[in-house]
């Protein structure tokens, strides 16, 4: 049996699991919404189910409603905001790229991580890891690159939007585990689901904000498309729940490193959903990943 200190293994890979039908169906939204409008339902319709998930999880756990730590707050504005800009050059990168390449660029996620846990918070960098950093740059390059392909930028801009993306989305992480452990007094079920609902809702607000003064036309179509955008919400505040009760468990470059299985997930999808086949090289590209990533998840 899994011991609580063991059970962001399966959180983990229950939230990549949802968060790769969410990409899939942001993705399938970007036409009709753009970048930002696509970007914002996982937000605007995935933060009432984040209040649902902490009313049930206060109901069953009995949990006071907790006041957090003055340190919660800078590291909770860290991920959240870092999230909303990680989000939208995701949609842009699979735009311009395959679907399961952008998540193997994404999946560079776990490696940036622990360079930004060691940066911010003092995690430990062993030379294993450092080679694992290396095997799976290597591999990121053998996936971005054609043969033969124009050297110029605009050959390489999906893969640095891709590479920037994962960035954002290893900054949010860390800001997101900052701020779960700094809210004291409640079970890691509790801590999680505050953490998520203030989360979703401060990437509301700004997003909404940013929409109203910049295309509320966005918003119209939104509450047009209100069903799948509803279903796209609902999967990602599913998917932000989990990943919230495993950075309460344990490091947030270890719960990145173990979301490596969502590659696998993304390469079903775009098997049977979008119809991309990968080739050869991309392949073995993203075997480099795999490797190397492991490699981090054993150091």
Same mark, same amino acid.
């Given at each position: ?60 756990? *009995? ?58 918070? *003092? ?25 033969? *392909?124009?050297? *110029? ?147």
């Amino acid at each position: 049996m899994l011991s609580v200190a063991s059970l962001w293994i399966p959180f983990t890979i229950i939230a990549a699991l949802g968060q790769v039908a969410r990409n899939a169906m942001q993705r399938s939204l970007t036409g009709p919404l753009g970048t930002w409008g696509a970007t914002n339902i996982r937000f605007l319709f995935g933060f009432p189910f984040s209040i649902i998930f902490f009313a049930v999880v206060v109901g069953v756990t *009995g949990d006071p409603i907790p006041w957090p730590t003055a340190a919660f707050w800078p590291w909770l504005l860290l991920g959240a905001l870092s999230q909303i800009v990680a989000t939208g050059l995701m949609l842009v990168a699979m735009n311009d790229r395959s679907f399961v390449v952008t998540t193997a660029y994404l999946k560079t996620e776990a490696i940036q991580t622990a360079i930004f846990g060691f940066i911010f918070l *003092g995690d430990h960098l062993t030379l294993l890891r450092v080679v694992a950093i290396i095997i799976a740059t290597i591999g990121v390059v053998i996936t971005a690159l054609r043969p033969g *392909g124009e050297k *110029g930028f605009a050959e390489l801009k999906p893969t640095i939007i891709g590479l920037v993306a994962a960035g954002c989305f290893a900054l949010s992480a860390v800001g997101f585990r900052g701020a779960i452990i700094n809210v004291p007094g409640v079970s890691f079920v509790t801590t999680a689901s505050y953490t998520l609902v203030f989360g979703l809702f401060v990437q509301t607000l700004v997003l909404t904000i940013y929409l109203l003064v910049r295309a509320p036309d966005v918003l119209v179509k939104i509450f047009g498309l209100w069903k799948p955008s509803m279903l796209a919400g609902f999967m990602g505040a599913f998917a932000s729940q989990f990943w919230f009760l495993a950075f309460a468990l344990t490091a947030a470059a270890n719960v990145r490193t173990l979301a490596l299985v969502e590659v696998l997930f993304a390469q079903a999808v775009a098997y049977y959903s979008f119809k991309q086949p990968l080739s050869a090289r991309e392949l073995s590209g993203i075997a480099l990943i795999v490797a190397g990533v492991a490699l981090l998840v054993t150091a």
